[in-house]
């Protein structure tokens, strides 16, 4: 017997099964090495937070650079102060943000912040989020509100606004030429999860119809793996494996990049593949 | 969920930044570049926690591993065990292999080898302490008859090691291990120091384990 190049058709019977067996004993499959912590969600905004904040400390004059949909960067802070006043009131149960315009309610804000000193915006922003904070340190976490069309537990929203923010703080990186920064494992990983639980919904919004198990593996750190339907329910669905890097996909759900700009390991249908990677930029708002 | 609910509600990305052929709200197929099944990958597939990477990892290298170990050990249930530690290993530390020193195939394949040479070594102990004890007490349970062949097996090559021993080394050795005397009985029969005959004894082994070694694992 040539034992270096085995055909795995001769293995002995049953080592497959036991060996994987044993493998998934001692690690549970989509627990990522290493793992991230688990922290509550008002940690991953409060992280997320900060890290905005440390950006903003850090521009010097470049307030008026454009940086998004025709706003500067002190317009789009602006924006984010509009955004956390709707918080406040969402969190309050002002039922008059609950299907108001993401961008349409704070276009008041972004704009009124034009010309103002860069430091007074900076710091109305810092406490309409230290706001957010006291607000939720009182709120039941899996209490369901509403706000700019989401119906969602405050947890989620909490990590839909850590989203958000650095999505924004690399606006402003972009847009003022400096790298792109990358959330803590664990406030990575709750983001991805976030987003990934969110694909089928994504995927219908699209019109995504063939049904498939799509197995998402988010390699680096705040990775892991996720099994979620797509499709309509129908008997026999396809398989589709999906691998890319967390950090990379975070910011296809972000709307920041494309399906064709990530690193991708696809098995199974591509093409499914390619359009619900498509659809994941749904969860963005255009 | 509806869809509605399902939207993160982030702002338009800066103008320009969607590129290529695709844009947001098209209805046709994009396209999308693979890094390919590269060891990379499945590196990073396994750190991720993904289970189907394991599966592929053993059907693609899994008779590798079994063939490395069952060249080394020349017993089934013993290169099975090494086969499950091995890829057990594989799965809790797979930040361990480093894609950039080397194959998958190689990594695997070499740790198996070493497991198996710890194995036989690890068996090497076991008999020499069998022969003591036989010696201590003749009346023991005879071994199965897997025992009989892994103890065959193993002693042919460590008494072939012994062979390439200087003559005072070897002396030292087969006294101690194959008659199973004490240090002192043995510094006594050789007519040296006892603290020679542990010097002796000391370099002998530390030779055996380099030529047991470098045996086991150009076996092929």
Known sequence: MTTASRDPSELPAGLRERVLAASLRARQAGRPVPDAPEIPAEEAFSRAADAFYTTLRGLDGDWTRPALRGLDVQGLVGHLIGVENDVHRCLSGDPDVADAGHVESTQAAAISHAGLPPARTRAEWRQATDRTLDLVRSADPAAKVAMHGMRLPVRALLLVRAFELWIHENDIRQAVGWAPSVPDASTLRMMADLAARLLPGAAAQAGVHEPADIHLVLTGPGGGTWDVAVGDRQPDPAAVTIVTDTVGFCRLAGNRVTPAELDLYVTGDAELAADVLAAATKLALD | MTAKSAQLYLDDPPAGRVTGDYCPGATGRVSVRGVGGTD???????????????????????GSVYGSALSVLGDDNAAQDVVQDVFIELWSHPDRYDPGAGTLRTYLTMMARHRAVDLVRSELRRVARQERSYRLAPVTPAPGAGDQAMAAHTAGVVRAAVQL?????????????FEGLTCREVA???????????SRLRLALAKLETVLDRQLLESP
């Open chain 2, 188 to 198: 006594h029969a050789v007519g040296i120091p006892e603290g020679t005959a542990k």
């Open chain 2, 165 to 177: 021993l200087p003559v005072g080394q070897r002396q030292v050795i087969e006294l101690a291990y």
């Open chain 2, 40 to 62: 990379a990958v499945l590196a990073a597939r396994l750190a991720a926690g993904d289970d189907h990477a394991l599966a592929d990892v053993f059907d693609a290298l899994g």
